[in-house]
T-cell receptor, first 117, second 113 residues
Framework: AQKITQTQPGMFVQEKEAVTLDCTYDTSDPSYGLFWYKQPSSGEMIFLIYQGSYDQQNATEGRYSLNFQKARKSANLVISASQLGDSAMYFCAMRAYSGAGSYQLTFGKGTKLSVIP | DAGVIQSPRHEVTEMGQEVTLRCKPISGHDYLFWYRQTMMRGLELLIYFNNNVPIDDSGMPEDRFSAKMPNASFSTLKIQPSEPRDSAVYFC???????????FGSGTRLTVV
């Protein structure tokens, strides 16, 4: 069974500093994908970044980068130069085969990031 | 591109009533997902469709929940009868393939009193 673990319920970061949000995962599927989503207080889910299990390089999207350590089964999100608008819930998710012809996107419990001016 | 459109945005209903949530996926997206978000359980996959066919409904909590996708541009999630424990935010998401990021709708906040 798939499992996504986010161990930090809440994080604080000073504006303009970098922050790392932790995510570990477990799956028996050799071909999986890892995602990060942002959920601001308005409630919508915003896709940030994707990493495939066979990708050799860490994914980057603007100020977001994914620190993918396959052997450790971790996929941490790094936000550089934090902005006040980065304050939100952040969810790590994994797409993997779950059996019976089904692929599921499983979410972690989330980390609430607060950016301090 | 209008994105994934869900309606209504908010729904308040009395226990025992039927509730229907609606979703219009992005045109050309072959996959459609229904998720439920609560404080206690986080984001849970309820059901997903591929080319209008239900593929996995193992997350549907019980027989009171049903979902349909009569065509490529419309899906419904129905709860009958509704109960207070069904109160949650229900998200619909769609994707062109299963490989990459899914686009979520704005969600429907359901309150059952």
């Amino acid at each position: 069974a798939q499992k996504i673990t986010q161990t930090q319920p809440g994080m604080f970061v000073q504006e303009k500093e970098a922050v790392t949000l932790d995510c570990t995962y477990d799956t028996s599927d050799p071909s999986y994908g890892l995602f990060w989503y942002k959920q601001p207080s308005s409630g919508e889910m915003i896709f940030l970044i994707y990493q495939g299990s066979y990708d050799q390089q860490n994914a980057t999207e603007g100020r977001y980068s994914l620190n993918f350590q396959k052997a450790r089964k971790s996929a941490n999100l790094v936000i550089s130069a934090s902005q006040l608008g980065d304050s939100a819930m952040y969810f790590c998710a994994m797409r993997a085969y779950s059996g019976a012809g089904s692929y599921q996107l499983t979410f972690g419990k989330g980390t609430k990031l607060s950016v301090i001016p | 591109d209008a994105g994934v459109i869900q309606s209504p945005r908010h729904e308040v209903t009395e226990m025992g009533q039927e509730v229907t949530l609606r979703c219009k996926p992005i045109s050309g997206h072959d996959y459609l997902f229904w998720y439920r978000q609560t404080m206690m359980r986080g984001l849970e996959l309820l059901i997903y469709f591929n080319n209008n066919v239900p593929i996995d409904d193992s997350g549907m909590p019980e027989d009171r929940f049903s979902a349909k996708m009569p065509n490529a541009s419309f899906s419904t999630l129905k709860i009958q009868p509704s109960e207070p424990r069904d109160s949650a935010v229900y998200f619909c998401a769609s994707s062109r393939t299963f490989l990459y990021g899914y686009t979520f709708g704005s969600g429907t906040r359901l309150t059952v009193v």
